[in-house]
């Protein structure tokens, strides 16, 4: 019904920066929340930035001042820029959104998730 799919990922050395990429397709009415979500090796999952369909955002005390969040309604996209990127950003980024979906002649809120894409960041 409803894909995430993101891109942008790879390898960067360390103070380096990288914008990641999540573009949502399916029978889409609206998306609300967007956020960006990471697992480390060995680590929970965690969120890493969130905004919202009017564009407020909210940001994890590790990334603030380094990471920023931004989306295009109009593509149904949202992007991360990653700059000063250190080795602790190393994970698997995940692409999450609330969406309202219309699915078999009814209309659904769906919480989709992408498939990842890794981060490397390594000298």
């Known amino acids: 019904q409803v894909q995430l799919v993101e891109s942008g990922g790879g390898l960067v050395q360390p103070g380096g920066s990288l914008r990641l990429s999540c573009a949502a397709s399916g029978s889409i009415l609206s998306i609300n929340r967007m956020s960006w979500y990471r697992q480390a090796p060995g680590k929970e999952r965690e969120l890493v930035a969130t905004?919202?369909?009017?564009?407020?955002?909210n940001y994890a005390d590790s990334v603030k001042g380094r990471f920023t969040i931004s989306r295009d309604n109009a593509k149904n996209m949202v992007y991360l820029q990653m700059n000063s990127l250190k080795p602790e950003d190393t994970a698997v980024y995940y692409c999450?959104?609330?969406?309202?979906?219309?699915?078999?002649?009814?209309?659904?809120?769906?919480?989709?998730w992408g498939q990842g894409t890794l981060v490397t960041v390594s000298s």
């Open positions: 905004i919202t369909s009017v564009g407020s955002t």
């Open positions: 999450n959104a609330g969406v309202v979906a219309a699915a078999g002649g009814t209309v659904k809120y769906l919480e989709v």
